[in-house]
């Protein structure tokens, strides 16, 4: 990823993102990750079985990574971990809620201007349709 992509200011939406995720190869389903106590959407990934059975047994949020074809438990080398309150599916049972309780600094990779992990993903909003303006930190 671009620094420009995660942390600039011009939207550029990847509309081709679900087209990628279908290449990958593997048979993964959305999941929607929020912070069980104050409902602040943090992520939104990808489990495929494995990283389903994976969180399930851990108890830590563990996603398939359709960009490395790999698994990636969340903080396994940030010390960021998600742990798991509850889990929730859908009425499809095509996407799934994981509320978790972070443990760490925060969820998203990218960092704020002390260096500390954003608390979720959505750190920017977008201003006159095509401007992107970060969240008070």
Not at 19 to 25: D, I, T
Not at 91 to 101: D, G, H, T, W
Not at 117 to 125: D, F, L, N
Not at 129 to 137: A, I, N, Q, S, W
Request: proline share 2%.
């Amino acid at each position: 990823m671009s620094k420009e992509l995660e942390e600039g200011s011009q939207l550029t939406l990847d509309f081709t993102k679900l087209k990628k995720v279908a290449m990958c190869g593997a048979d993964v389903l959305p999941v929607a990750v929020q912070n069980a106590e104050t409902g602040e959407l943090l992520i939104i990934a990808y489990v495929n079985q494995e990283a389903f059975e994976h969180t399930l047994k851990t108890g830590n949020a563990t996603f398939w990574s359709t960009s490395r074809n790999e698994l990636w438990e969340k903080g396994a080398t940030s010390g960021d971990v998600l742990k798991i309150v509850e889990i929730r599916v859908n009425c499809e049972q095509n996407s799934l809620l994981y509320l978790v309780r972070p443990v760490g600094k925060g969820a998203c990779h990218t960092k704020d201007s002390k260096g500390t992990a954003r608390s979720s993903c959505y750190y920017r909003r977008i201003v006159e349709g095509d401007r992107l303006e970060k969240l008070p930190e």
